[in-house]
């Protein structure tokens, strides 16, 4: 009896004493596992007399029976300390802001961002977008838009010239996406109806100028295109593209080679405070030029002036982010700064739509 009692507090004084679950279990396999002590005392049970194991039974069961409860609480308390040292170490406080995750740190820069929103505006009017490449022939970017040789229009354009081929040809860096109206005009059947947004080269680099820039333009062919469609179409995208209710705008008489008639259009807006906000106010801005496509224009992509016509119209895409984001110089989109791209760039989940707001 008293050898039980001298185990049995020994045993209780190891469980209590475990640290954690592997010592724990250390002392339960000393205890009960096949070669423990409350095991090897629970083997003698055979080899004794009827009357001393009917005696000693009760009592090595129940030091079992002890040393198993004890365990099994000593099991629980570590276990709930654990949890309770684990709930403290990854607490979350709530009032934080939430961390962005690696999809959603980096940044859309304002020319993807306004390109992605023209092309949902004029998408949603049922446009196609079309492309072509950078280097273009100088028939393409010039002779077929109805720049004659020696035409001083050609003189406007501070064109980067590449150097002559075997046949003494020169090609060039476009200066307008204009070429691509004309690829399309060869290529597809009216009706035509298309935006061509890309990058443009000219030789002038200031606050408001870029060696290299972007512009969309937009083509529409058909049988009765006339200029109250482009003038819808224009007034639609403003109003979606700005986000106002309504917008004014003016057409001045101007020239272009590939357009006739051809206008230069400005758009309502105010001034006040330094800022330009648009739909209201008694200024004017210009944003974009338009119009008619020329009858040479057409005769050279093998179109009959005489069966079709259409309009055009060309604006800079630098140019349009600028006012509405409010940037005042253009250097800064093609700098690779940083911080400046945290400061005016856009979430790239955020994707542009009319339904869910051009700018979330």
């Not at 940044?107 to 079309?130: C, K, L, N, W, Y």
């Not at 004017?284 to 259409?310: A, F, K, Y």
């Amino acid at each position: 009896m008293t050898d039980l009692t001298r185990l049995e507090t020994d045993l209780l004084a190891q469980v209590t004493g475990a640290a954690d679950e592997a010592a724990l279990e250390g002392v339960r396999v000393a205890a009960l596992g096949k070669k423990g002590a409350v095991s090897e005392l629970l083997k003698t049970l055979g080899s004794m007399s009827p009357e001393v194991r009917k005696e000693q039974g009760p009592l090595i069961n129940g030091l079992r029976d002890r040393v198993q409860g004890a365990i099994q609480a000593r099991r629980d308390t570590l276990a709930e300390a654990a949890l309770t040292a684990r709930l403290a170490a990854e607490r979350i406080d709530v009032t934080l802001p939430v961390r962005e995750g690696p999809e959603t740190r980096g940044r859309i820069h304002p020319i993807t961002q306004v390109m992605d929103e023209i092309t949902a505006i004029f998408g949603d009017m049922g446009f196609s977008i079309a492309e072509g490449p950078d280097v273009e022939t100088d028939e393409l970017n010039f002779t077929a838009l109805n720049f004659p040789e020696g035409h001083p229009a050609r003189e406007m354009h501070d064109t980067f010239f590449l150097r002559p081929d075997r046949d003494g040809k020169r090609k060039l860096l476009r200066t307008h996406t204009s070429p691509v109206q004309v690829r399309t005009m060869r290529s597809v059947q009216p009706p035509i109806r298309v935006i061509c947004p890309g990058r443009t080269y000219r030789h002038d680099s200031d606050q408001t100028h870029t060696p290299m820039f972007h512009q969309v333009e937009g083509l529409v062919i058909d049988r009765q295109a006339n200029i109250a469609h482009l003038k819808w179409i224009l007034e639609e995208f403003c109003k979606a593209f700005f986000e106002v209710d309504s917008v004014k705008m003016r057409f001045r008489p101007s020239f272009f080679p590939f357009t006739e008639p051809s206008a230069e259009v400005d758009i309502q807006c105010s001034r006040k405070g330094g800022e330009i906000r648009f739909g209201e106010g008694d200024d004017w801005l210009e944003i974009l030029g338009c119009g008619m496509v020329h009858p040479n224009v057409l005769r050279n992509c093998g179109l009959d002036p005489d069966s079709v016509q259409g309009f055009a119209w060309g604006m800079g895409i630098d140019r349009i982010a600028m006012l509405k984001y409010g940037m005042p110089d253009l250097r800064p989109f093609f700098e690779a700064d940083v911080r400046w791209l945290e400061h005016y760039g856009f979430r790239p989940l955020d994707i542009p739509s009319l339904v869910g707001g051009l700018t979330g």
